[in-house]
């Protein structure tokens, strides 16, 4: 399976983006699908994840009520709404798919190339 990350960009605070990850197929190991996020000198972290059976989202604390992941069943394509973005935001956001929700890198297969978000203040 491979991901093809895009959308990002700069943006002032305030502001808003939406990024894609379109995914070459969809498998029993790209069920699920998440987004993750990595600023310079800091970890990977959890951005937000869904469930493509069951639809179930699941957030990280400091993007809950701002940020959307929702799916295109027919493009194969996960997307990212960031609204209200912060310059804590800034970030290169990548997708990943595997085979169950996560909240944890390790536990996805498959990783997009990154987009990087800039928010200026």
């Known amino acids: 399976v491979q991901l093809q990350a895009s959308g990002g960009g700069l943006v002032q605070a305030g502001g808003s983006l939406k990024l894609s990850c379109a995914a070459s197929?969809?498998?029993?190991?790209?069920?699920?699908r998440g987004w993750f996020r990595q600023a310079p000198g800091k970890d990977r972290e959890f951005v937000a994840a869904?469930?493509?059976?069951?639809?179930?989202?699941y957030y990280a604390d400091s993007v809950k009520d701002r940020f959307t992941i929702s799916t295109d069943n027919a493009k194969n394509t996960v997307y990212l709404q960031m609204n209200s973005l912060k310059p804590e935001d800034t970030a290169v956001y990548y997708c990943?798919?595997?085979?169950?929700?996560?909240?944890?890198?390790?536990?996805?297969?498959?990783w997009g190339q990154g987009t990087l978000v800039t928010v200026s203040s």
């Open positions: 990943a798919a595997g085979s169950s929700v996560s909240r944890v890198a390790p536990s996805y297969d498959y």
């Open positions: 197929r969809r498998t029993l190991s790209s069920t699920a």
């Open positions: 869904i469930s493509w059976s069951s639809s179930s989202t």
